[in-house]
């Protein structure tokens, strides 16, 4: 059972004096059971008190085990030497006194307070024993003592004696096992905790020689209010500050954060988290100037606090060169689709002015070829037929003249351009589309009003080519903020990019669809589900008027 083996606390010295006195415990609880087996052997007329006084004593055992194992060791130990002088008193009071052979149980009364609690506690156990030996001895002279209910013979009193030496024996032996056995545990843990301490400290010389030598800034921070506790020189440098200015202030109070809500969004992660890796923050310093960095930190302990250790790396200019990239892949975007839309204007006029001039040059020589009365029926009818095949090529080059640069864009507007291209497209298709188009000739420049032109031409033309729809709703809303312009189908829809949940740009011409967008400066969001169509919105900023 539990309770029966040895108690073990985190602190030694509590563990070695419960140790003792279970130790003392167990000694007197054998010794004292063989003893008063053998009593009642011997003198079987007192075997009832003999057993009474066995299951006194082992119950007293028990509940003094219980105790120690809770860590009451001072009070279990008083405990044991009280029960042990009140059974020794008792039984040589029924005994006859001084003379009873369990008088001789006061030397083992004293020497079991001198191994549980020390030489003081020894003396005071010495001045009570001998002070009730006295009383009895008092007692016996006035004729007070009663007399005795238990006889000894030589044969009882020898057995006494020696199990009485052999008790005394029995307890310095178990003791003293104990407190060697406790020794080299209490060694062995002192020759493991100075391989511990060794280990750690040259973990922490590692760990300071990477700290202060690591490529990258490095500091260690309280996590609660984010007082910097030491700084590598990487982090000096970076940020502008000296070592001094750094310690004891709080990220905060030096303004590190561009964004101080950053902080605390980051805070809120390393509780949950434990560290982050590669965050991108936006750090300010000493000078003012804005960096951008990778950060990432991990909680540690330090003497008994939480503490960050952050690392930070500097790609302030990474982000420009992408940033100087990205600038120059928009402009040549730009560029590229200004030349088409220039070279479209110059192919459809050259279309009109000089195809299409050609063309109604043939249609009208042959309408009068076909007038001339000398012409034969055979030739008539080449003649309306050469009339016929040029009619039809002029409304071809028209119509793609018209695609390429629609007369109304420059004329009418935008807002005219597009009633023209729904309409023809509603004529054409024969699909229903309805519309609500507010007037924003006004707000746009010719090169913004044909992007948001061509937008709402490549959605209208994929919905006629790919969708299957029954029913199209094109609006061109204006607010005092922004231009809106939503196509919206309930065709086939097409299903999200497995890899990250964006449409299929590429093939759809939705890419050309982005990428005026942004030129614009506006924002596009596109929704599609499988079978239940597709809705395309581009939100456009403008300065203009109501």
């Not at 085990?65 to 002088?85: E, F, K, M």
């Not at 003791?175 to 280990?199: C, D, I, K, N, Y």
């Not at 996590?223 to 982090?235: H, K, P, S």
């Not at 279309?351 to 043939?362: A, E, K, V, Y």
Request: hydrophobic residues 45%; proline residues 3%; aromatic residues 6%.
């Amino acid at each position: 059972m539990k309770i029966f083996a040895a108690p073990t606390f985190a602190d030694e010295r509590k563990t070695l004096a419960a140790r003792k006195v279970w130790a003392v415990l167990f000694g007197l609880c054998g010794t004292v059971t063989l003893l008063y087996t053998a009593l009642v052997w011997i003198i079987p007329a007192s075997n009832t008190r003999f057993l009474a006084y066995l299951l006194a004593y082992d119950s007293s055992f028990v509940v003094l085990l219980y105790l120690t194992r809770l860590g009451r060791t001072r009070l279990a130990a008083t405990l044991l030497i009280a029960v042990v002088t009140v059974t020794v008193s008792v039984s040589a009071w029924t005994a006859g006194g001084v003379r009873a052979p369990g008088a001789m149980a006061y030397l083992l009364v004293i020497g079991i307070a001198g191994i549980l609690q020390g030489p003081r506690a020894a003396a005071i156990s010495a001045a009570v024993c001998g002070a009730i030996s006295l009383g009895m001895l008092r007692a016996e002279l006035t004729g007070h003592l009663p007399p005795p209910v238990l006889h000894h013979t030589a044969a009882s009193n020898w057995v006494v004696l020696i199990f009485l030496m052999a008790e005394f024996v029995v307890v310095q032996l178990v003791v003293s096992w104990v407190v060697r056995r406790a020794e080299e545990q209490s060694l062995a843990s002192a020759a493991g905790q100075q391989r511990t301490e060794a280990a750690l400290r040259e973990s922490e010389a590692k760990f300071a020689k990477v700290f202060r030598a690591g490529p990258d800034a490095m500091a260690i921070s309280e996590l609660e209010t984010g007082r910097i506790v030491d700084a590598n020189a990487n982090y000096e440098r970076l940020l502008g500050y000296a070592r001094d200015e750094l310690v004891g202030c709080t990220t905060l109070e030096l303004g590190i954060y561009a964004d101080p809500a950053s902080r605390q969004v980051l805070i809120d992660a390393l509780k949950s988290r434990g560290a982050v890796r590669d965050w991108e923050l936006r750090f300010r310093t000493r000078r003012g100037t804005i960096i951008t960095v990778l950060y990432s930190g991990e909680l540690t302990e330090l003497g008994g606090r939480s503490h960050l250790l952050s690392v930070i790396h500097d790609i302030t200019e990474r982000k420009r060169g992408e940033e100087r990239e990205r600038q120059a892949r928009e402009d040549f975007t730009r560029r590229l689709i200004a030349s088409q839309e220039a070279e479209r204007r110059r192919i459809a006029g050259e279309l009109h002015d000089s195809l299409g001039q050609n063309l109604i040059l043939i249609k009208n020589r042959a309408e009068l070829a076909h007038e001339m009365a000398a012409a034969s029926p055979e030739m008539r009818l080449q003649f309306q037929n050469l009339q016929d095949m040029a009619t039809q090529a002029i409304a071809e080059v028209r119509q793609i003249s018209h695609d390429l640069r629609p007369y109304q864009l420059d004329q009418l507007g935008l807002t005219r351009a597009l009633e023209a291209m729904i309409d023809a497209a509603a004529r054409n298709s024969l699909l229903p589309i309805t519309r609500k188009l507010d007037p924003v000739d006004d707000l746009f420049t010719p090169e913004s009003a044909t992007h948001l032109y061509r937008i709402a031409q490549e959605s209208l033309s994929n919905i006629l080519k790919h969708a299957r729809a029954r029913h199209v709703q094109i609006r061109l809303e204006r607010d005092v903020r922004e231009v809106r312009l939503g196509i919206e189908d309930d065709g086939q829809g097409f299903a999200a990019s497995p890899t990250g949940g964006k449409p299929p740009v590429e093939g759809l011409g939705l890419s050309s669809i982005a990428e005026r967008a942004r030129i614009l400066g506006g924002m596009l969001q596109i929704e599609s589900v499988p079978g239940q169509g597709t809705r395309i919105e581009v939100a456009v900023p403008h300065s203009g008027g109501s």
